[in-house]
């Protein structure tokens, strides 16, 4: 694989006793909870002030499910990309239908996937790394309503819950194969 000269700096926003293990063990994919925004991967972004929400959100979850008083961490990642030609990239760099179907699919449980014959998702790892815009609520709302039968895919309007208003949202590039 060629690697490009160009690096790019990233973080992943998590809790003290995940970044000691993803230091001294380095990245480890089976760690990483189902139904994300681009399918399971290690996520991280170019923003950190977005890491830094991250650390606080995950430290708190992880906190509460174990009775634990870790501290939020974040952990640096100098990505250098290999040539595009050796990984299937998924590209998703602004909020659009076509970003919110890819989102909204990968939130969807396996059978809903299937009744639907839904076939663009990364459930299944088929892209190495997928870089976009983060979700807003919104889509995760929907995915709830679909999975829970009530709302069909075909029916969902894509423009109406993407209202541009002007706000910019975080980028993230995730991670969902050995090969990156």
Same mark, same amino acid.
């Given at each position: 694989?060629?690697?490009?000269?160009?690096?790019?700096?990233?973080?992943?926003?998590?809790?003290?006793?995940?970044?000691?293990?993803?230091?001294?063990?380095?990245?480890?994919?089976?760690?990483?909870?189902?139904?994300?925004?681009?399918?399971? +991967?290690? @996520?991280?972004?170019?923003?950190?002030?977005? $890491?830094?929400?991250?650390? !606080?959100?995950?430290?708190? =979850?992880? #906190?509460?499910?174990?009775?634990?008083?870790?501290?939020?961490?974040?952990?640096?990642?100098?990505?250098?990309?290999?040539?595009?030609?050796?990984?299937?990239?998924?590209?998703?760099?602004?909020?659009?239908?076509?970003?919110?179907?890819?989102?909204?699919?990968?939130?969807?449980?396996?059978?809903?996937?299937?009744?639907?014959?839904?076939?663009?998702?990364?459930?299944? +790892?088929? @892209?190495?790394?997928?870089?976009?815009?983060? $979700?807003?609520?919104?889509? !995760?709302?929907?995915?709830? =309503?679909? #999975?829970?039968?009530?709302?069909?895919?075909?029916?969902?309007?894509?423009?109406?819950?993407?209202?541009?208003?002007?706000?910019?949202?975080?980028?993230?590039?995730?991670?969902?194969?050995?090969?990156?």
């Amino acid at each position: 694989m060629k690697e490009s000269k160009h690096k790019m700096k990233l973080y992943h926003g998590t809790n003290y006793s995940s970044a000691i293990n993803i230091v001294n063990h380095g990245i480890n994919l089976k760690y990483s909870k189902p139904y994300l925004d681009f399918g399971p +991967g290690f @996520y991280t972004t170019p923003s950190y002030d977005h $890491a830094a929400l991250a650390a !606080i959100r995950t430290t708190q =979850k992880y #906190n509460a499910k174990n009775n634990k008083n870790e501290e939020p961490y974040i952990v640096e990642v100098d990505y250098k990309p290999i040539s595009a030609m050796d990984l299937v990239i998924g590209s998703y760099p602004r909020h659009s239908e076509r970003w919110g179907k890819f989102v909204l699919n990968n939130r969807l449980k396996p059978q809903m996937l299937s009744a639907y014959n839904i076939l663009e998702h990364n459930q299944d +790892g088929k @892209y190495d790394i997928c870089y976009g815009e983060i $979700a807003d609520g919104n889509i !995760i709302n929907i995915a709830y =309503k679909v #999975n829970g039968g009530k709302v069909i895919p075909e029916d969902i309007n894509y423009k109406e819950f993407l209202k541009d208003n002007g706000e910019v949202y975080p980028q993230q590039y995730s991670f969902h194969t050995l090969k990156v």
